[in-house]
């Protein structure tokens, strides 16, 4: 019997990567207008720094902190100083926090799950601090029962480790949760590899992949489903 739901935070609750070219540029206007970088430059700097951050952090959550990115792009440049990069980490997030908004129908399923008594639990790669703040600003807070990000279980999607601390923090068996994800090998994949089952959230054209899971384009979808009582642990029944 299902009992509760995990959701992916970035780009299956909000809208991310249509707002991360913007925040780029935020930053690199920042960079060029006051720091005095030209901007292709800084661009080159910032793929490099990213580069290195990965090779240093490939399985740590820091490995996605905008502001080590932006650190290694400064000192790749010889800018000092190097405080500058927590300037420009706090512009490219303003872009998207002044801009994110909960998907449409999200609100909607949210309340019709909690109204049955089901758990929401949030799963999300990224570091701790900018991911609460993601959720204050969406007011998922009143909804949801626990969040677990990469940074605080240690590991990223896909490991299982990172849906089991989920599980634990929500009180409920692999068997009684579905997960909701865009990202295929992170979020189904991973949910898979933890004996958790998932659906897909996939936004335009669906791929071959798609015949092993249920697939929805938008939250609409899936509140009506659970309303008309075919949902089932074993996937929706047509």
Known sequence: ???????DLDDTLYEYSSLEPGAREAAEQYAERILKIEKSAFQRAVQIGKEKVKRQLLTVAAGHSRILYYQKALEELG????????????????FIFDRMRLREGAEEL???VKGMGWKIGI???????????????LGLERWIDCIVTSEEAGVEKPHPEIFRLCLEKMGLDRNEVFLVGDNFSRDIEGAKKAGIWSIWYKRGETEKQTK??????????LRRKIEDGIFKTEGFID
């Open 79 to 94: 800018y000092i100083p190097l405080s500058a990069a927590f300037e420009l980490e706090q512009i490219y997030w303003k």
């Open 1 to 7: 019997m299902i009992r509760g739901i995990v959701l």
């Open 212 to 221: 092993e899971y249920p697939v929805i384009q938008n939250f609409s979808e």
């Open 123 to 137: 799963c999300t790669d990224l570091t701790a601090g900018v991911q609460l703040q993601k959720i204050r600003i």
């Open 110 to 112: 949210l309340n019709l």
